[in-house]
């Protein structure tokens, strides 16, 4: 673990030790809510942003200058890792992300490359390294790589999808499919992330965005089990963070993967849900995002709410339940990072 | 409660006693993706259906003949009782449910009409004991409404919505007149559930659909709050049914409403979730819809799996964790309650 940084509350929190306020930091704290954001976007693909180490750390670094949180996090994608398998992706706007060739047969996955094809990557050891020189020692940078079932359902589906549809029909009508395609991305992400950490990140998230579209089985064998088998393989030098959507729901499976901290969605109580956890597991979590559209004094109280009902606990880290939305205000955004920092326990 | 069903399975797991087998019907069970449903709908507008008691006759007992449930519901709608308010209701083709006249600030509230519009829906008590003349005793018929959060949600947006921006605004900003509303709402909802118990369901549900898109504490505040209210309130001489789409995170709460059976959404383990109820408090659940998408045999697999892990549990109504999409198959749904009531514990 790195000793020599100047603001390590993160790290601190992430290990369950008693810092003496929450530190923070927001999924999609470098994004579309931000003008200066759109300086940049306006001139690249963003694939070229995510490729191009100067232009990922100059994207990274935004939120460290402008809202001053407590960690950065790697500028990038989790469709990255199914680029380098052999998905024809792109970002269209005001569509998402799209794969033209869909993995859908059994000759689909077989294209597919597993962990060979970490060499793909590394752009964003890369990056990382950049980063790493920018920040200079400040705060910590943050890792992360797509959980396993979250990239399949983009390779099946082609894209976004609201209903799992055809993601469901396989993991129910072909699930060896499924799993063929599940463990390639599982070994390449082991990969991925433990180059991450050499790279010098911190701490890493595995992000398994959407889950929750999961029955308790289903996450348990096409989700969980691989989400457990990359955790037991990484190089564990750094803190390591588990985010589901449903995470409370699924928090008694996420355990047994040994995650150093479990992001939680706002359904949850916080508390509740930290105490039915190990001591020395960490939550990270859970405001609502929508709390950003409200007045800033909704937004101050519903920030002091839960960190009054968190008073006292060791390893809580201040996130939201999920990302920034574009149409967020930067102004309502920095009012709740400055709001969180000034509180102390 | 009625002792003269012939066949009264589901009212013996509601009241968490011991049945042969779980006694099932499904969410949406007489619906679009039954071809008899369409010769009906063809002729009318969705509200003519609802307001008619024989039409609504006609469409409830579709899968009581066509499916062999064990329990028919109420052919409605959750906004019926908005529409009576005073919300100017329509459905179109492929948009869903439409207000003309949102409810957005204190004059809409205060336009909207409270518990003394119970006379408007005078159809359904009509429609009821329409049903139960043709039921005649074979099946219980279950009876319905929309939970207060979910028909604000509605009145607030104004149809439909993904990200519930505008309502989680209200809640945020202006929690009072949130509270007006759902007030309303609340008492307009002990009113129409007590005229349904009058009019002689055998058992009500409550429909909390969009539950789960609110933090622990705005569920606890803003939805919870009133679904108690309304238990709190209603005839209990049948068995009330409290179902949200995130139930199992919320279950710790809705057990204080003290519902007969809570539904419960396919993220859950069931058997856990059980378990960490109250003995006497049945549950209701939780096939994940989208296996009606697959091949027979993988239905038939899912169901058992289901079965078998509840096996000795009193007090299980099997259903879907929601309703049944228009474009699943309906020899897929007709093999998947052929094959419920062929299992024997």
Chains 1, 2 share one sequence.
């Not at 894209?159 to 799993?179: I, V, Y």
Request: charged share 25%; net charge negative.
């Amino acid at each position: 673990m790195s000793t020599t940084l100047q603001n390590d509350l993160f790290i601190k929190a992430a290990l369950s030790q008693q810092t003496e306020r929450p530190p923070v930091w927001f999924m999609r704290q470098a994004g579309r809510f931000m003008p200066e954001y759109w300086e940049i976007k306006n001139k690249y693909t963003f694939l070229e942003m995510c490729k191009t180490p100067e232009i990922a750390a100059d994207v990274t670094m935004l939120p460290v200058d402008l809202l001053g949180i407590d960690a950065a996090i790697l500028f990038s994608d989790i469709l990255v890792t199914a680029e380098a398998m052999g998905g024809d992706l792109s970002f269209e706007q005001g569509v998402g992300p799209r794969f033209s060739n869909p993995v859908r047969s059994l000759a689909d996955a077989q294209k597919l490359a597993g962990a060979e094809s970490i060499d793909k990557l590394q752009y964003v050891a890369d990056a990382i390294k950049e980063i790493q020189n920018r920040l200079n020692g400040s705060i910590p940078l943050i890792g992360f790589a797509g959980a396993p079932f979250t990239i399949l359902s983009y390779l099946v589906e082609g894209g976004s999808t609201r209903d799992f549809k055809r993601t469901k029909l396989m993991l129910n009508n072909e699930p060896e499919l499924a799993h063929l395609i599940l463990q390639k991305i599982a070994d390449l992400t082991i990969a991925y992330l433990n180059m991450q950490i050499e790279a010098g990140v911190n701490a890493v998230q595995l992000f398994d965005s959407w889950a929750a579209a999961l029955s308790w089985n289903d996450y348990r064998d096409f989700s969980h089990n691989y989400n457990k088998y990359i955790l037991d393989n990484l190089k564990r030098t750094v803190p390591v963070i588990s985010f589901a959507k449903g995470a409370s729901v699924f928090a008694p499976l996420i355990v047994e993967s040994k995650p150093d901290v479990i992001s939680v969605d706002w359904n949850a109580d916080l508390l509740n849900l930290k105490k039915s956890l190990p001591e020395v597991m960490a939550v990270q979590g859970n405001l609502d995002p929508f709390i950003m559209y409200a007045d800033k004094p909704v937004i101050k109280k519903k920030i002091h709410e839960l960190f009054e009902r968190m008073r006292g606990e060791a390893g809580f880290i201040c996130n939201l339940g999920h990302g920034i939305s574009p149409d967020m205000r930067f102004d309502h955004v920095k009012f709740a990072i400055d709001t969180i920092k000034e509180f102390r326990y």
